[in-house]
Each structure stands twice: as structure tokens, then as C-alpha cells.
């Protein structure tokens, strides 16, 4: 059962699939097409257009934990617990055409790189970055001290920042033999973003904070008095005021900070309650601050300008584990913790002309 409870009807059920046990990721191409992954192996594949699902890798004995579309939609990789990075072709057909990495190193993190055909993918405590066209690997990057627990480029996609135990190092994608920016941490660093608009970096450390730079500079603020580990950091693509909103999702709880004037004044924050049970996803719709988290409890939640709850689902049979907005705006999907796919799209319920 999945349902959605009318405080106010943003969204409504269009579609609902099956995969064979916990959507492990979701990802949407520009091209229209969701890719969905489980930890039994599979890779789904369902077009917007068309509404067709098609099973492009079958369960195995191993799960795909990551997996994300090129910048223009025209290639696919997903990897996990095998150890290798499997790339397909979506067009002119769908096609395998390439894997790489390490057998039975298991790769929990991928990115590719925001305007070329390089795709970065954590190798135990390394990074290794290939050029998918050229079919050769470009760089190899250590860490080091720990496993690789987290990457993102930045939105130029002339730096890659890499998180593990003890901070984050930033790589000049240009320079990739230079020595990387070294910002430390008071312990591991769990999950790094940059803003949309490459001014902030955000990194949340496993001593319950989140620490916030401008890109450039070395003194960062620190956001404090979470009660348990952030695994989760979000921004808008829009402003709100004069930054981005940053979203951090910790237990139950959201907290949202938002950039005041003066730097002096540092970020103002707020908490949205709402869900019982642990939130496994958050983030914004593109191009608003419309902000959707889902969790352990089965719930999706819409919160209005990330302040105010719009929508919330009725209870389900299964706990949710991922949340992926199309580029539009107008389709979320969700997956499940037992496999669940769903679709859902804006409503138009109630509107007319005048």
C-alpha cells in the first residue's frame, strides 16, 4: 500500500515497480530514463516516455550499491560488493561496453565528472579516475589513512573532493600529480557536497558536526549539537537569500541552516520533525526549496520551502531508502527497503483556468 496524505496534494502515485530486495540507488539521465539498482545485484532501467521497465543486469550473488548516468545521459555505470565499474551506452542502443576496477574490492562510491566522460570510483582507499572514450585510467588517487567514504566534484568540475578518516583532500582536476588541498578533521568525515554553485563545501564529521566552507578559504563554520551521526547533507540550487539553503538529515530530524548577511552572523537554523523513525534521504526539487525526505518509517515527506510540512504519505508495507528528483521537478521516485520502485508525479488535482 502507498498512499498520500492531502495537507496538500503536490504529488500523486503514477507507477510502482519490483526489484528483488533494498534499493541500494536511484538515478536519473537526461535522457528520461530512471536507472534503479538493488542488493541482489540488479540494474532496472524504466523510461519516462514510455513507462517500460527493463531488467538490464539480473540478480547475482553480489549487490550494486551506486550507480549514475554522464552528464549528457549517453553512458551508465554502476558498481559495488564485485568490485568492478560496469559501463553500458544508453544510445543509439543500450549496450555493456566496458567494466573496470578490482575484483572483490568492494566500490560503494562513484561520480562522474560534470561536463567529460571521466568517471572517479573509490578502489578501497584509493580513487581512480578513467576516461571512458579514451578507455584509459587518468589518475590514481590515495587517501591513505582511510577508506574513501565519500567524493563529489565540484559544479566546474575542476576539483574533486575525496572524504574519509581525518578530513577531506581536494584534488585540482587539472593537476592530478600536484598535491591535494588537505583539510582536516577532528575524526572521519562521513558525507561531503558542494553547493550548486560551487561556493560552499559541506562535510559532516562522525563527532556530530558539520562544517562549512567557502571554497577558497580556510576558517569554516561549524554547526553543532546534532544528537547522533549526519549521514545525509543536501543544498538547494537556488538561493535563499544570498546562499543556498544546506539541509542535514541526523536520526529523525532535519535541521536547515540558512546564510545570513554577515559572515560574522554565520548560518541561522531551523528543525522540520515529522518522521518516527530513521531518514535515509533527503533533497531539494531542482530549481526550488521544495525539500523531500523519506525514511525508515515508510513516509515520504514534502516540506513546503523547507519550513512547512505540504504532503505526507500514508503508511506502507515497506520503509524507504532512497529519494531521486527528475531535473523537471515534475517526478520523484522512491525506493523500498524490501524492493519497492514508485513514481510519482505533480499534480494538477484541483487547478483550472482563471
Known amino acids: 500500500m502507498f498512499g498520500l496524505t492531502n495537507l496538500s496534494t503536490l504529488f ?20 528520461d530514463y530512471l536507472a534503479a539498482s538493488s542488493g541482489a545485484g540488479e540494474v532496472l532501467l524504466w523510461n519516462l516516455k514510455t513507462e517500460e521497465p527493463r531488467l538490464i543486469l539480473s540478480p547475482q550473488e553480489t549487490s550494486i550499491d551506486c550507480l549514475e548516468f554522464s552528464h549528457d545521459g549517453q553512458f551508465l555505470a554502476a558498481a559495488g560488493q ?11 542502443h543500450l549496450e555493456l561496453i566496458d567494466s573496470w576496477g578490482k575484483q572483490g574490492q568492494w566500490i560503494d562510491h562513484l561520480a562522474w565528472h560534470p561536463t567529460k566522460h571521466q568517471l572517479a570510483f573509490s578502489l578501497g582507499r584509493y580513487v581512480q579516475i578513467v576516461d571512458v572514450l ?4 587518468i589518475a590514481t588517487l590515495p587517501f591513505e589513512t582511510s577508506s574513501v567514504l565519500g567524493m563529489s566534484w565540484h559544479p566546474s568540475g575542476e576539483n574533486l573532493a ?39 563545501l559541506a562535510a559532516s564529521c562522525l563527532d556530530n558536526t558539520v562544517l562549512v566552507w567557502r571554497w577558497q578559504e580556510e576558517i569554516p563554520w561549524r554547526m553543532t549539537g546534532f544528537g547522533g ?21 541526523c536520526l ?42 523519506v525514511g525508515e518509517d515508510g513516509q515520504l515527506l514534502l516540506w ?51
Not at 585540482?172 to 554553485?197: F, G, H, L, R
Not at 541561522?268 to 526539487?285: A, K, V
Request: charged share 25%.
Open 12 to 31: 500523486e502515485l503514477h507507477w510502482t515497480g519490483q526489484l528483488s530486495d533494498y534499493v541500494t540507488d536511484l538515478a536519473w539521465s537526461n535522457r
Open 82 to 92: 564485485e568490485g568492478k565499474v560496469k559501463i553500458w551506452t544508453i544510445k543509439p
Open 134 to 137: 579514451a578507455e584509459e585510467i
Open 162 to 200: 575525496v572524504a574519509g578518516n581525518g578530513g577531506v583532500k581536494i584534488w585540482n582536476a587539472n593537476q592530478w600529480e600536484d598535491d591535494p588541498i588537505v583539510v582536516e578533521m577532528a575524526a572521519a568525515c562521513m558525507a561531503i557536497a558542494w553547493s550548486k554553485d560551487g561556493e560552499y
Open 229 to 249: 551521526k549526519i549521514r545525509h547533507l543536501t543544498w538547494s540550487n537556488i538561493t535563499s537569500g544570498i546562499a543556498p539553503l544546506l539541509a542535514v538529515a
Open 252 to 293: 529523525e530530524e532535519i535541521v536547515v541552516w540558512k546564510k545570513e548577511k554577515n559572515d560574522e552572523e554565520g548560518w541561522l537554523s531551523w528543525g522540520l520533525i515529522g518522521h518516527e523513525n530513521t531518514i535515509t534521504d533527503i533533497t531539494f526539487q531542482p530549481n526550488s526549496l521544495l525539500l523531500g525526505s
Open 304 to 354: 513546503q520551502k523547507a519550513k512547512q510540512l505540504s504532503q505526507r504519505s500514508q503508511e506502507t508495507l515497506e520503509g524507504f531508502s532512497k529519494l531521486e528528483w527528475h531535473s523537471s521537478g515534475q517526478t520523484l521516485a522512491i525506493g523500498g527497503q524490501k524492493g519497492g520502485l514508485f513514481i510519482l508525479k505533480k499534480s494538477y488535482r484541483g487547478r483550472g483556468f482563471g
